[in-house]
C-alpha cells in the first residue's frame, strides 16, 4: 500500500509539472499573438506590456525547473518516469527561449513606431505577420502533442518545418527585391530579417519540443537528425 500510495503522490506531482508546462506553452503563444497584434495596430504600448510579460515565463521557467529537481531528489525516477523529467527540463528551456523571441517581434514594433521614426510600408511587413502566424501554429501543435503524449502530432509540427525553410528563402529573395527598387530600404531590410530570424527560431523550438516528445514515448533522441529521418523513425512505432 504505501509503494501504491507513492506511485499515486508521484503521479499528481508531476501532473502539476505538466500543468505548469502547458501554462507556459500558452504564455508563449500569447506573447508571439500578442507581439504580432503590437506590430499590425503599430501600438507600442501593446509592445511593450509584451515585453514586461516575459518576466512571466521566466518566472515559471525558474519554479518548474526547481519542482524537476525537487521531484527527482525526492522520488529517485528511473526508467521512462526519469526519461520524462529529463525531457520536461528541455522543453521548459525551449518555451522560455520561444518567449524571448516573441519578444523581439514586439522590440521591432517600438523600433518602427516610437514617435519621431520612420515605420516601413505595410507591404514589408506582410511576411512578418504570415510567418509568425505559421510557426505559432507549430507551437500550438508542439503542445497539444504534449498535452496528449502523441507522436503523430508531433509529427506534423517535423512536416510543417520542413516547409519552413522553403517559406524563408522566398521571404528573404522578395524583401531583397525593396532594396533592389529603393535603397532607402536597406535599414528596415535589416530589421524584418532579424525579425524573421526570431521567427525561425521560435518555430526551431517547437520542433525541438515535438522531438522531446518522441524522446519521452521511445527514448530516441531526434534532435539532431534530419526531418526526413524524424519522420522514419515515428513511422515506426
Not at 503521479?11 to 503563444?29: K, P, R, Y
Not at 512571466?56 to 521531484?71: G, H, P, T
Not at 526551431?204 to 515535438?210: D, E
Request: glycine share 6%; charged share 25%; aromatic share 4%.
Amino acid at each position: 500500500m504505501n509503494e501504491g500510495h507513492i506511485v499515486t503522490r508521484f503521479d499528481q506531482e508531476l501532473e502539476h509539472l505538466n500543468s505548469l508546462i502547458l501554462e507556459m506553452g500558452q504564455l508563449a503563444i500569447n506573447q508571439l499573438t500578442e507581439a504580432l497584434d503590437s506590430l499590425a495596430n503599430e501600438d507600442t504600448e501593446q509592445a511593450y506590456n509584451v515585453i514586461a510579460r516575459d518576466s512571466k515565463l521566466n518566472d515559471l521557467d525558474s519554479q518548474s525547473n526547481d519542482e524537476i529537481i525537487r521531484l527527482i531528489a525526492k522520488r529517485q525516477p528511473v526508467a521512462r518516469d526519469l526519461r520524462e523529467l529529463i525531457a520536461i527540463g528541455k522543453i521548459v528551456s525551449d518555451l522560455e527561449r520561444a518567449g524571448d523571441e516573441a519578444r523581439k517581434i514586439a522590440g521591432l514594433t517600438i523600433r518602427f513606431f516610437e514617435p519621431g521614426n520612420k515605420p516601413p510600408s505595410n507591404e514589408i511587413l506582410t511576411d512578418i505577420h504570415q510567418l509568425a502566424e505559421y510557426v505559432c501554429k507549430m507551437l500550438q501543435l508542439s503542445m497539444t502533442s504534449f498535452s496528449e503524449q502523441n507522436m503523430k502530432t508531433a509529427g506534423k509540427v517535423v512536416r510543417r518545418g520542413l516547409k519552413l525553410d522553403n517559406q524563408l528563402q522566398s521571404i528573404i529573395r522578395r524583401l531583397t527585391t525593396f532594396i533592389m527598387e529603393d535603397p532607402r530600404n536597406i535599414g528596415h531590410f535589416i530589421d524584418i530579417v532579424l525579425g524573421i530570424r526570431a521567427l525561425e527560431r521560435f518555430g526551431g523550438h517547437a520542433k525541438n519540443i515535438a522531438s522531446h516528445i518522441v524522446f519521452i514515448q521511445t527514448g530516441e533522441d531526434l534532435r539532431h537528425v534530419a526531418d526526413d529521418e524524424f519522420l522514419k523513425s515515428i513511422g515506426k512505432h
